[in-house]
T-cell receptor, first 112, second 113 residues
Framework: DTAVSQTPKYLVTQMGNDKSIKCEQN?????MYWYKQDSKKFLKIMFS???????INETVPNRFSPKSPDKAHLNLHINSLELGDSAVYFC???????????FGSGTQLSVL | SQQGEEDPQALSIQEGENATMNCSYK?????LQWYRQNSGRGLVHLIL?????REKHSGRLRVTLDTSKKSSSLLITASRAADTASYFC?????????????FGTGTQLKVEL
């Protein structure tokens, strides 16, 4: 049983398209996150939700919209994809804010 | 600028040797964490040390924290080929840091047989 699972693992798409990445955790955690890892492996927080409520919204283009239908799910929708959006996107969860995060295996997004 | 920066950027050692990685940060923290990332995988939490702690151990891992120097080190003893991965420090500098967990730039460790 995967603790934090995200789909798809790979996403190849054209510029201008809209795409979604789904994330689910079965750990009973209240807090979930989206991180972006660039080609130099730098990992940056995008969003954080606690019990379905948005608590961190970093300087991210508003083309990125997270949605948390319940505390076990946090999806990421991206509109009008751009070349610079190519990266690996990680979902994570934790029992307490910013402590001991459990990460999914990542979604490698390639925008052509 | 980034909160955490690891040093060295890359480290290559022989199996059985010890590996030491350092992390420096800029602002006050609540805790500092170390994570491992194998190639093509997600990050795995290794150890958390709070701002009022100086040293912590977990198996072959030893983490120290010096808040006066704003630095931490991760020591892996008796390294194995399976320890080959990237290692990241992450700092929780809430509340002043805006409730963010900020990751460093990573140290790429290669353990050769």
């Amino acid at each position: 049983d995967t603790a934090v699972s995200q789909t798809p693992k790979y996403l190849v798409t054209q510029m201008g398209n809209d795409k979604s990445i789904k994330c689910e955790q079965n750990l009973g955690h209240d807090t979930m996150y989206w991180y972006k890892q660039d080609s130099k492996k730098f990992l940056k927080i995008m969003f954080s939700y606690n019990n379905k409520e948005l608590i961190i919204n970093e300087t991210v283009p508003n083309r990125f919209s997270p949605k948390s239908p319940d505390k076990a799910h946090l999806n990421l929708h991206i509109n009008s994809l751009e070349l610079g959006d190519s990266a690996v996107y990680f979902c994570a969860s934790s029992q307490w804010l910013n402590e001991k995060l459990f990460f999914g295996s990542g979604t490698q997004l390639s925008v052509l | 600028s980034q909160q955490g920066e690891e040093d060295p950027q890359a480290l290559s050692i022989q199996e059985g040797e010890n590996a030491t990685m350092n992390c420096s940060y800029k602002t006050s923290i609540n805790n500092l964490q170390w994570y491992r990332q194998n190639s093509g995988r997600g990050l795995v939490h290794l150890i958390l040390i709070r701002s009022n702690e100086r040293e912590k151990h977990s198996g072959r891992l030893r983490v120290t924290l010096d808040t006066s120097k704003k630095s931490s080190s991760l020591l892996i003893t008796a390294s194995r080929a399976a320890d080959t991965a990237s290692y990241f420090c992450a700092t929780d500098n809430s509340p002043g840091g805006g409730n963010k967990l900020t990751f460093g730039t990573g140290t790429q460790l290669k353990v050769e047989l």
